[in-house]
């Protein structure tokens, strides 16, 4: 079994044998089969080689041929655009109708772009073509862009839509539809051109500016004449200007009104980054025409500085909102020409204020008579008329007064009460109270001057200025501009209220002669007084506190004592119906009576009732020494007042 088991497995070993030795002469057949076709493909490879390199290279040429047959087809397709829109365009866009004519400039315009991109030499002729077609489609679009314009370019009348309160015209939106398209359209060509040719004007604002400019100035003319007759017509009338009497406020509204409706035609028509130049130019000769209208009001205001500079005042009160409100609408352009226009103004107004102080302290020191009753004189009711007027023009009062700072608008020859404090930042309220306090001092510092040269007594002063003061006083109180700049500071009120004091200081000065007649010394007994004052015994002296016994006073007083008690009645009776007499003949304002009468009795009352209780004895009761009672003197000084 063992053996044949073995013979079996021998068996098996040569047949593995015989078929490893098969396959091994197969490898050898594929190996040489490998080798051949390696070098079969190395053959085939240097064969085909050039010919596929060729094969690329027609291929990138096909490409290459394809592509500029689209480019000279695109090239040919704005050629083309020339033949098929040129006829449109020579017909006009009146007989084309305008959409089919808009829509071939555009067509022309984006064939140009296209010429011109391609930076081809050949195509200079063609551009040129195309520029002078868009250049005549331009001129056609122009004229009716002119057509259209001046449908509506009649002149209005502006102070018929201020009085009423309607809005300015502008244009309706059926000749908005043309009037958008046609100045795009003209905008456009303009771009083009003058990408190749000098930069000028956008033709389609300057056609816009020739028609809307004078319909401007001619809508505004009436108003920039009545402006100067309205305020040169006082000719000698040297009255003080009143606020409105000149058409100047009317102007004003009128060319706000116009430039606004203007502006918003121009942003309907225009692009905003051209809208601005396009107001300009249309503006542009109304606004030199109100800057001559100004320079002329200037020129009738300089010579008339006392009475007319209020004028001024009213003028940049009026222009500089209106110029602030346009800025809005229109943007910064038209706000310097504003500014431009007003500068002479503005300067004159700046100058007023030194030069209304000066005059008036000239006018006040000139005056030649005061009355001889203590009356006032016409200059402080004109000079406070004028104050008056300027507190209306806070705003541009304030922004002048800011520009000069305080206190600079001082004369040196200009006196004052006192200097006001000039602060490193003071408001420009605080400036305009500061101003008007140092014209009123400018006025009665210099007629308290004339009023010590030309009276005499000082009463005659106190009462002259004391009623000028009433006139300053009543002025503030009726104007509520200048109430409110003069009394809401302390400090300010404190300086007009210093002129009252001196004022009445001056006047009871006056009274001070019969209240010295009721002064006397307490006399005591001669033998208790050592060193020899007459009077009588001083068992007779009042006790105080005690009710005084007049006949027991009078009764210890010695025979000379007495009579010169006698003689201070005698001598104060005298003096106080002198001066009740020239108090009663004196002209006083209805408050200056009044608050002088309480001074003169607040003087007098006191000093007599003591000097009556401790004397009135004197005479017995005969009213030949003792003219007045207690009773009757307070009557009379009550009706002092």
Not at 139 to 152: C, I
Not at 354 to 364: G, I, N, P
Request: proline share 4%.
């Amino acid at each position: 079994m063992v053996a044949q088991a073995h013979r079996e497995e021998e068996a098996e070993v040569e047949v593995l044998n015989a078929n490893l030795t098969k396959l091994n002469l197969l490898t050898k057949k594929i190996q040489g089969s490998i080798v051949r076709l390696d070098t079969s493909g190395q053959v085939v490879k240097e064969a085909i080689g050039p010919i596929y390199s060729n094969t690329q290279q027609l291929q990138i040429t096909n490409t290459n041929i394809l592509r500029v047959s689209e480019a000279i087809e695109r090239l040919r397709q704005p050629l083309d655009a020339k033949g098929r829109e040129e006829g449109v365009i020579r017909a006009g866009p009146a007989a084309a109708g305008l959409q089919q004519y808009l829509g071939a400039l555009k067509r022309v315009d984006h064939a140009l772009t296209d010429l011109t991109s391609s930076n081809l030499r050949s195509n200079q002729q063609a551009i040129a073509d195309f520029n002078k077609l868009l250049a005549s489609g331009s001129s056609q679009l122009q004229d009716l862009f002119r057509q259209a314009l001046q449908q509506d370019a009649q002149p209005v009348e502006p102070l018929h839509y201020i009085t009423k309160g309607l809005e300015f015209p502008t244009f309706p939106d059926r000749e908005l539809s043309q009037l958008k398209p046609t100045a795009a359209a003209i905008t456009s060509a303009y771009t083009k051109s003058s990408r190749s040719a000098k930069r000028d004007e956008n033709p389609a604002i300057r056609v816009y500016a020739e028609i809307r400019g004078p319909y401007l100035s001619s809508s505004l003319q009436n108003l920039a004449t009545a402006s100067i007759n309205t305020s040169t017509k006082r000719g000698q009338d040297a009255g003080i200007y009143r606020e409105g009497t000149s058409g100047i406020g009317a102007y004003a509204n009128g060319l706000e009104g116009m430039i606004t409706a203007e502006a918003d035609n121009v942003s309907k028509i225009f692009p905003t980054s051209e809208a601005g130049q396009a107001i300009e130019a249309t503006c542009q000769n109304a606004m030199a025409e109100f800057a001559k209208t100004l320079m002329e009001l200037n020129t009738f205001i300089k010579p008339r500085i006392l009475t007319d500079c209020f004028l001024a005042f009213e003028i940049i009160d009026l222009v500089t909102p209106i110029s602030y409100r346009l800025e809005t609408r229109t943007g910064a352009r038209l706000k310097s020409q504003f500014s431009d226009a007003l500068r002479p103004i503005r300067e004159t107004a700046r100058s007023s204020l030194s030069e209304l102080l000066e005059q008036t302290r000239q006018k006040a020191s000139a005056v030649a008579v005061l009355p001889n009753d203590g009356n006032t004189v016409p200059l402080v009711s004109e000079t406070m008329q004028r104050i008056s007027i300027l507190s209306v023009y806070s705003q541009p009062l304030q922004a002048i007064l800011s520009s000069i700072g305080d206190g600079k608008w001082r004369i040196a020859s200009t006196p004052t009460l006192e200097p006001t404090t000039t602060l490193s930042a003071t408001d420009s309220t605080t400036l305009v109270s500061n101003y008007l306090t140092d014209f009123l001092d400018t006025l009665l510092a210099n007629l308290e001057t004339r009023a010590k040269a030309f009276h005499r007594s000082k009463s005659l002063q106190g009462c002259f200025l004391s009623n000028s003061y009433a006139v300053v006083e009543r002025s503030i109180r009726s104007s509520p501009d200048l109430s409110r700049h003069l009394t809401s500071s302390p400090t300010h009120v404190a300086r007009l209220d210093s002129w009252r004091k001196k004022a009445s200081s001056l006047y009871l000065d006056a009274w001070k002669d019969p209240s010295s007649y009721l002064l006397d010394v307490q006399y005591t007994s001669r033998s208790s007084n050592p060193q020899g004052s007459s009077g009588g015994n001083a068992a007779n002296r009042p006790v105080s506190g005690s009710a005084i016994d007049s006949a027991t006073i009078v009764k210890g007083l010695s025979s000379k004592d007495r009579d010169k008690i006698k003689e201070k009645f005698k001598a104060f009776n005298s003096s106080f119906d002198e001066m009740v007499a020239r108090h009663r003949s004196l002209h006083m304002e209805r408050e200056v009576r009044s608050a002088l009468g309480r001074e003169v009795q607040a003087l007098i009352e006191p000093l007599y009732a003591r000097f009556w209780d401790r004397y009135h004895e004197v005479d017995k009761g005969k009213g030949k020494t003792v003219k007045y009672t207690k009773a009757d003197l307070a009557t009379l000084l009550v009706g002092l007042a």
